[in-house]
Nanobody, 125 residues
Framework: VQLQASGGGLVQAGDSLRLSCAAS????????MGWFRQAPGKEREFVAA???????FYVDTVKGRFIISRDNAKSTMYLHMNSLDPEDTAVYYC????????????????????WGRGTQVTVSS
């Protein structure tokens, strides 16, 4: 299983970015996918997840600003980030639990087995 995150960059507060996560080695449509982030000096935290049925889950701090989506034909997951804030500065990682069914639990970091390399998002004030 390989996950490749991309799309990060340096933006100003209020700007938008779209992150992508390209997956290979799995039948993408069967797997729930998640985005996590880790800021300097902090633990990795859940940001958003989308299950195989299209159900979406968000941490409270990004609700209304971030949108997670997936394109099963392209084996790619996206994170559309709007109204970015300096507090969103972090390395963003995509991951999958590696189970071809909905587990019903999407916010716990330890349940994710496969991780991609992160992409840096820096939001200046």
């Amino acid at each position: 299983v390989q996950l490749q995150a991309s799309g990060g960059g340096l933006v100003q507060a209020g700007d938008s970015l779209r992150l992508s996560c390209a997956a290979s080695g799995i039948t993408f449509r069967d797997y729930s996918m998640g985005w996590f982030r880790q800021a300097p000096g902090k633990e990795r935290e859940f940001v958003a997840a989308i299950n195989r049925s299209g159900g979406k889950f968000y941490v409270d701090t990004v609700k209304g600003r971030f949108i997670i989506s997936r394109d099963n034909a392209k084996s790619t997951m996206y994170l559309h980030m709007n109204s970015l804030d300096p507090e969103d500065t972090a390395v963003y990682y995509c991951a999958t639990q590696g189970r071809p069914y909905n587990t019903g639990s999407y916010t716990t970091t330890s349940l994710y087995v496969y991780w991609g390399r992160g992409t840096q998002v820096t939001v200046s004030s």
